[in-house]
């Protein structure tokens, strides 16, 4: 059964370094997603991306985050300057439409900072 | 904007049924998801409601109730790896983004 995939699974880095997440959504998928999750608190929508350009972003996206598609099944999420409340679960989810469709979620990436 | 209130934590023993209500109030309604998740992984998928009424899949059973702004989801025959997080789930107005509630914790004792 086709999944998405996020690597690395666990990225350690340090306060003001730049961390670049990576998620291979489900080829025929059309729709991409970030989200996060705090330890013990609830799972968070940071942005969505269609037709190679983001479709909807939550007031956590600001101008530390990006997104980028660099080729045809790769999708990143750039931290540029990360800071101490950055760590968190950071999940990948695909959707081969848009509303009213099941997101995939990928595995997710643990970010600590310290 | 959208509210999306659910229990924190409950409890059940193997073999029972369990209902794990879900409030939401939204901007305009694209529909309810049901999502699973274990500790310490992703997300997984359960269900999707976006008419009236009880949608059947197995042992587990979603409802929804568009006037009431209510959903529930039952877990029939639980077993002790039913334990996880079931987390309610709506799209924003725009449906480009899942807006989550905190998640209900469910513990399955023997």
């Known amino acids: 059964e086709p999944e998405v995939t996020q690597t690395p699974s666990h990225q350690v880095t340090q306060m003001g370094q730049e961390v670049i997440l990576r998620c291979v959504p489900i080829?025929?998928?059309?729709?991409f997603y970030w989200y996060r999750q705090i330890l013990g608190q609830k799972v968070e929508f940071l942005v969505s991306?269609?037709?190679?350009?983001?479709?909807?972003k939550s007031e956590i996206f600001d101008d530390q985050f990006s997104v980028e598609r660099p080729d045809g099944s790769n999708f990143t999420l750039k931290i540029r300057s990360t800071k101490l409340e950055d760590s968190a679960m950071y999940f990948c989810?695909?959707?081969?439409?848009?509303?009213?469709?099941?997101?995939?979620f990928g595995p997710g990436t643990r970010l600590t900072v310290t | 904007g959208q509210n999306i209130d659910q229990p924190t934590e409950m409890t059940a023993t193997e073999g029972a049924i369990v209902q794990i209500n879900c409030t939401y109030q939204?901007?305009?309604?694209?529909?309810l998801f049901w999502y699973q998740q274990h500790a310490g992984e992703a997300p997984t998928f359960l269900s999707y409601?976006?008419?009236?009424g009880l949608e059947e899949k197995g042992r587990f059973s979603s409802f929804l109730s568009r006037s009431k702004g209510y959903s529930y989801l039952l877990l029939k025959e639980l077993q002790m790896k039913d334990s996880a997080s079931y987390l309610c789930?709506?799209?924003?107005?725009?449906?480009?983004?899942?807006?989550f509630g905190k998640g209900t914790t469910l513990s399955v004792s023997s």
């Open positions: 989810a695909s959707s081969e439409m848009g509303n009213g469709y099941e997101q995939y």
């Open positions: 080829s025929n998928h059309l729709y």
């Open positions: 991306f269609y037709n190679n350009e983001i479709s909807e």
């Open positions: 939204t901007s305009g309604f694209n529909g």
């Open positions: 409601n976006v008419l009236d």
């Open positions: 789930a709506a799209p924003n107005q725009a449906g480009t983004a899942l807006i």
